[in-house]
């Protein structure tokens, strides 16, 4: 059931101005997000309970899979994506339609996210995601408490895509409950399609990358950052929901969305390959230094070598070998030497500019114009 602040009509907006709190700008996330987010984990919350019922009544062994993929969709996340596509749906719209009907297809979207994230995780070796182990540490361990045969590890990452694929199953199975027209909702699911096959080239391009850095530049790195990031975080999520509203494919807010969509999906990864390298791992819910210790070839280490003077490009060409948190701590200050942490920062502002300029003229909700105004910057300058 949608909490009663958004089952009728929009959102609050916050009022302009400084917020409370150390981080101002997750604040100001937060005032955006407080009733969706609520609204997207109760329709969650109530479609996992049944589905869990369901695998539960084929095995036992079936309900413990289904609750552990359950719990690393209700497990935390700031909902960006459901977020997006919420004001890219109430823009076409302004108040005259209510939530209910959409929220299936708005909350979908977190799930199309745990399966990327579930999947990302096993790809890229990483322990810790959102401050808790990742899904197929935290199985290994368990086959490991279990005493059961073989090797934990394996068996926790083929559990692990097995969860992620769940996920994707269930972001079907959800999208499918959307109240819309037959029609229109034929026209969502070719966007949705096209956000998935996105990422998952956006993905390809990542592994691509780390097993051929040698041969990687700013301009794949960026591209990286469109399909695997700004596509399925900011850019198709605004135009998934100006489908659930019905807008003409050709109009000129479309045009805005898909400008402003991948300047902030952008930003938005640039801001995490910083987060990457300087991020408090306290904050963030991961370890400073991984994309170092694994010679990622972001944007922001592609620039460094860019930039680099030839001692400093000798010092980064260790990066990715096997590293003591030390080494890693100097790596990073040789990054940040090279200008290349300025010069993101800088690339940061500039989308967050483009993606306000493709606002300015939309015709769109004056609603939801202030809050995509406030988010291109909360989804930019967070710590996390």
Not at 44 to 68: H, K, N
Not at 124 to 135: K, Y
Not at 336 to 355: K, N
Request: contains cysteine.
């Amino acid at each position: 059931m949608a909490n009663d602040a958004v089952a009728g009509n929009a959102l609050r907006v916050p009022p302009a101005g400084p917020t409370d709190g150390d981080d101002p700008v997750r604040a100001v996330l937060a005032a955006y997000t407080k009733d969706l987010v609520r609204a997207v984990d109760d329709t969650l919350a109530g479609f996992l309970a049944t589905e869990v019922a369901a695998l539960s009544r084929i095995d036992a062994a079936m309900g413990g899979f289904a609750a552990t993929a359950s719990d690393y969709v209700l497990g935390g996340g700031k909902r960006v994506r459901p977020t997006f596509a919420y004001w890219g749906w109430r823009g076409v719209i302004g108040n005259g339609d209510p939530l209910p009907p959409v929220l299936p297809a708005l909350s979908a979207l977190e799930l199309l996210h745990t399966f990327a994230l579930v999947h990302d995780d096993v790809m890229d070796a990483s322990a810790t995601r959102r401050g808790r182990p990742t899904a197929h540490v935290a199985l290994a361990a368990q086959h490991t408490a279990a005493g059961h045969r073989g090797d934990p590890d394996r068996f926790g990452e083929a559990v692990a895509v097995l969860i992620g694929d769940l996920c994707m199953v269930w972001a079907d199975r959800l999208l499918s409950q959307a109240t819309l027209p037959p029609a229109r909702l034929l026209e969502v699911r070719r966007c949705y399609d096209q956000m998935r096959v996105e990422t998952i080239a956006g993905q390809y391009l990542d592994v691509l990358g780390e097993s051929d850095a040698a041969n990687w530049s700013v301009d794949r790195a960026l591209r990286v950052a469109r399909y695997k990031t700004a596509s399925y975080t900011v850019q198709r999520p605004l135009l998934f929901g100006a489908c659930l509203a019905g807008a003409d494919p050709e109009g000129p807010l479309i045009s805005a969305y898909s400008r402003y969509g991948l300047a902030v999906g952008e930003a938005f990864q640039l801001r995490d390959d910083l987060l990457g390298v300087y991020g408090d791992p306290e904050t963030t819910g991961k370890p400073a230094g991984d994309d170092l210790r694994t010679g990622k070839p972001t944007t922001l280490l592609m620039l460094a070598r860019q930039l680099a003077t030839p001692a400093q490009r000798r010092a980064l060409d260790g990066a990715g070998a096997e590293a003591t948190d030390q080494r890693i701590t100097r790596l990073a200050g040789v990054v940040a030497d090279t200008g290349a942490v300025t010069r993101v920062e800088r690339m940061i502002d500039d989308r967050v500019a483009e993606a306000l300029a493709a606002l300015g003229t939309a015709p769109l909700d004056e609603t939801a114009r202030t809050a995509l105004t406030g988010l291109a910057t909360a989804a930019t300058h967070r710590r996390s």
